[in-house]
């Protein structure tokens, strides 16, 4: 069986949440100012009280509105897909499986979580939302969602990938969105940073400050996030609820389940649900592959730390190379995140993730190879958990395991990455730990 379909009403009616079965628990988000825990109260300036009840709620499952939905039906329930051509490629006995999430409107698996942040803010009035976006999937995804619930929708979109993405920032605009390159001179910090640094690529954390600072500064205004919060890994779970049944119906299970991190949404997506399973015994792997570039599980540090170089959120408790760290410009912009969501850490702190880190050229080269067997050109970050996909394959070709990964979107606007790669302008690149160990240093002094 190539293709695994679901009927339509057969798409879960339910997130699932995972916070009640991590072993060890969450550790709570802290006030800056006061250290102390932050309560719904602190977040309601820029968040809606339906999406702060998710961030922490402890019941594991959370009914999906009908609104929602209605809209996840255009896309959803999304396909799983055997690659028997890869498989056959490399000569493995290992049977490779892929969630496809890039057949959503924008191309990947984002709109999971745009789509509930943007009814949720409309339930409640909120006329107005800002955001940040690193490759531009995930401003794309608010935009559209915001054009259905006729919100209006800021995005500050990471000066880097800005200039390589243009044709993200033509969706946005499309969809009705207003786009800024980030740092700009749109807000304090923007001006400030480009003061010191006017050349600088700019980074998710300052493009985060900038969207709470215009969000602070409107009434009529939320901030939305794109991964890292505990409601975003909620609404993602609909990919991994869904991968249950199907792999079910093409009588196989899991042995490894594999996604690119940056923030870790899409990776924890597909992985939760299977957690209770693991839990009650069952062996999987579950195995997070992120840039060596930017490696937050792999090089930074299990802490409290800011989301934003303004620190301007709560601190969170997650895996962090530091709230100022700026990445180089790889061409994985989605995955250029200073810190790990706190659900993917907590996994990753009892033993239940692996975290692995590779280089930006041998996951293009994963990509091209996939594009060539399966008829499908990936999006960067993609790449990632392709490449690790063959990385688990070829451990022992003779292995019959079953793989799982999230192909968490397509490359189709990536073209400029893809034609750098071939042309010879792309190289490795390994952040230097001196000065990763000078970002960590200056970490909020917690306890």
């Given at each position: 069986?190539?293709?695994?379909?679901?009927?339509?009403?057969?798409?879960?009616?339910?997130?699932?949440n995972?916070?009640?079965?991590?072993?060890?628990?969450?550790?709570?988000?802290?006030?800056?100012?006061?250290?102390?825990?932050?309560?719904?109260?602190?977040?309601?300036?820029?968040?809606?009280?339906?999406?702060?009840?998710?961030?922490?709620?402890?019941?594991r499952?959370?009914?999906?509105?009908?609104?929602?939905l209605?809209?996840?039906?255009?896309?959803?329930?999304?396909?799983?897909?055997?690659?028997?051509?890869?498989?056959?490629?490399?000569?493995?006995?290992?049977?490779?499986?892929?969630?496809?999430?890039?057949?959503?409107p924008?191309?990947?698996?984002?709109?999971?979580?745009?789509?509930?942040?943007?009814?949720?803010?409309?339930?409640?009035?909120?006329?107005?939302?800002?955001?940040?976006t690193?490759?531009?999937?995930?401003?794309?995804?608010?935009s559209?969602?915001?054009?259905?619930?006729?919100?209006?929708?800021?995005?500050?979109?990471?000066?880097?990938?800005?200039?390589?993405?243009?044709y993200?920032?033509?969706?946005?605009?499309?969809?009705?969105?207003?786009?800024?390159?980030?740092?700009?001179?749109?807000?304090?910090?923007g001006?400030?940073?480009?003061?010191?640094?006017?050349?600088?690529?700019?980074?998710l954390?300052?493009?985060?400050?900038?969207?709470?600072?215009?969000?602070?500064?409107?009434?009529?205004?939320?901030?939305?996030?794109?991964?890292?919060?505990?409601?975003?890994?909620?609404?993602?779970?609909?990919?991994?609820?869904?991968?249950?049944?199907?792999?079910?119906?093409?009588?196989?299970?899991?042995?490894?389940?594999?996604?690119?991190?940056?923030?870790?949404?899409?990776?924890?997506?597909?992985?939760?649900?299977?957690?209770?399973?693991?839990?009650?015994?069952?062996?999987?792997?579950?195995?997070?592959y992120e840039?060596?570039?930017?490696?937050?599980?792999?090089?930074?540090?299990?802490?409290?730390?800011?989301?934003?170089?303004?620190?301007?959120?709560?601190?969170?408790?997650?895996?962090?190379?530091?709230?100022?760290?700026?990445?180089?410009?790889?061409?994985?912009?989605g995955?250029?995140?200073?810190?790990?969501?706190?659900?993917?850490?907590?996994?990753?702190?009892?033993?239940?993730v692996?975290?692995?880190?590779?280089?930006?050229?041998?996951?293009?080269?994963?990509?091209?190879?996939?594009?060539?067997?399966?008829?499908?050109?990936?999006?960067?970050?993609?790449?990632?958990?392709?490449?690790?996909?063959?990385?688990?394959?070829?451990?022992?070709?003779?292995?019959?395991?079953?793989?799982?990964?999230?192909?968490?979107?397509?490359?189709?606007?990536?073209?400029?990455?893809y034609?750098?790669?071939?042309?010879?302008?792309?190289?490795?690149?390994?952040?230097?730990?001196?000065?990763?160990?000078?970002?960590?240093?200056?970490?909020?002094?917690?306890?």
């Open positions: 069986m190539k293709k695994i379909i679901l009927r339509e009403d057969e798409m879960p009616t339910r997130w699932y995972v916070i009640p079965d991590i072993p060890n628990g969450l550790e709570p988000p802290l006030d800056p100012e006061t250290l102390q825990p932050v309560g719904p109260e602190k977040l309601a300036a820029v968040f809606p009280m339906g999406l702060l009840e998710q961030e922490m709620s402890q019941e499952f959370i009914d999906i509105p009908q609104e929602v209605e809209i996840y039906k255009i896309w959803r329930p999304s396909p799983l897909v055997r690659a028997y051509k890869l498989e056959e490629a490399l000569g493995t006995k290992a049977k490779i499986f892929f969630k496809n999430e890039g057949v959503s924008v191309g990947s698996h984002k709109p999971n979580s745009a789509v509930p942040q943007a009814y949720y803010n409309k339930r409640e009035g909120v006329k107005r939302l800002t955001t940040e690193g490759a531009g999937q995930w401003g794309s995804a608010l559209m969602a915001a054009s259905r619930f006729g919100l209006e929708c800021k995005v500050y979109m990471v000066r880097v990938s800005y200039d390589q993405k243009p993200r920032k033509f969706i946005m605009q499309t969809f009705g969105a207003e786009v800024a390159a980030s740092p700009s001179m749109d807000t304090r910090t001006r400030a940073i480009l003061a010191r640094d006017p050349d600088t690529p700019g980074s954390g300052i493009a985060i400050s900038e969207a709470l600072e215009d969000a602070s500064a409107h009434d009529d205004t939320n901030y939305a996030l794109g991964s890292v919060l505990n409601h975003v890994v909620l609404h993602q779970s609909i990919t991994g609820l869904e991968a249950k049944k199907q792999m079910e119906i093409a009588g196989e299970y899991p042995d490894v389940i594999i996604g690119c991190c940056g923030g870790g949404s899409n990776f924890a997506g597909l992985m939760v649900p299977f957690i209770p399973d693991y839990l009650d015994g069952k062996k999987i792997e579950f195995i997070g840039p060596a570039s930017c490696p937050s599980m792999t090089g930074g540090k299990l802490a409290y730390d800011s989301g934003d170089v303004a620190m301007m959120t709560p601190l969170l408790y997650m895996y962090t190379l530091g709230h100022d760290f700026v990445p180089p410009g790889i061409h994985a912009g995955l250029r995140y200073h810190g790990m969501a706190p659900i993917v850490s907590a996994l990753v702190r009892d033993g239940i692996i975290p692995k880190a590779v280089h930006q050229m041998e996951c293009f080269e994963a990509g091209i190879l996939f594009a060539k067997t399966e008829g499908i050109i990936p999006a960067p970050e993609t790449t990632h958990a392709i490449r690790g996909a063959i990385i688990e394959a070829m451990k022992d070709p003779k292995e019959p395991k079953t793989i799982l990964f999230n192909f968490s979107g397509h490359g189709l606007i990536d073209m400029a990455a034609d750098n790669y071939l042309n010879g302008k792309l190289s490795d690149y390994s952040y230097p730990q001196e000065q990763i160990d000078a970002s960590l240093a200056r970490l909020p002094k917690v306890g």
